[in-house]
């Protein structure tokens, strides 16, 4: 391709994103909304369900403390720890519950994958940054709170690329 009309296809492609609303937000007054709870797996089907990879929820009620989602970051990132609660759950006799280290967590997501228990999801929250490594290490009862997510700007995507609303 010759310089000018290599400058040619530039301008062009420069004009036509002229009147294309700015992709760009203005975080953290405008929040990007997901689509879905977050990442999910059903271990009856095997199959997972599509969604953000954020922060952990942890369903306390359903939690064996079987450890297998501890076993399942080990090569991972290391991210969970199994520690003890104080709260008492006829299925879970040893009482334990995953922690998990968001400093260490890269979001993969096979902890939930390898829950056979539907006790361990994902959500939409993204938003963990910490002034303190031990902030960012959350235990079982902040694990179990439904994050409260204010996103609203929506992504529409057309023939003409992405905007958001
Ligand atoms: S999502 Fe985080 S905690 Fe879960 S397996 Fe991956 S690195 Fe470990
Ligand atoms: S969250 Fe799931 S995999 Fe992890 S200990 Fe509890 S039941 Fe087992």
């Not at 501890?70 to 334990?96: D, L, P, R, T, Y």
């Amino acid at each position: 391709m010759g310089t000018a009309s290599g400058i040619i296809k530039a301008l062009n492609s420069g004009i036509k994103h002229i009147a294309i609303k700015r992709f760009t937000l203005r975080y953290p007054e405008e929040k990007l909304k997901f689509v879905g709870d977050g990442y999910q797996f059903d271990p009856v089907s095997g199959v997972g369900v599509a969604g953000l990879k954020g922060r952990h929820i942890l369903f306390h009620d359903k939690c064996t403390g079987c450890q297998l989602c501890s076993i399942a970051c080990e090569g991972i990132a290391e991210a969970i720890s199994m520690v003890k609660v104080n709260e008492k759950w006829k299925q879970n006799k040893k009482s334990i519950m995953p922690q998990i280290d968001y400093g260490k967590c890269v979001f993969c997501g096979l902890c939930v994958d390898a829950c056979p228990f539907y006790a361990l999801y994902m959500t939409n929250d993204y938003e963990l940054s910490s002034f303190s490594k031990e902030g960012l290490i959350y235990t079982p009862a902040q694990l179990q709170v439904k994050p409260n997510i204010e996103q609203d700007a929506e992504i529409k995507i057309d023939d003409r690329g992405a905007t958001h609303g």
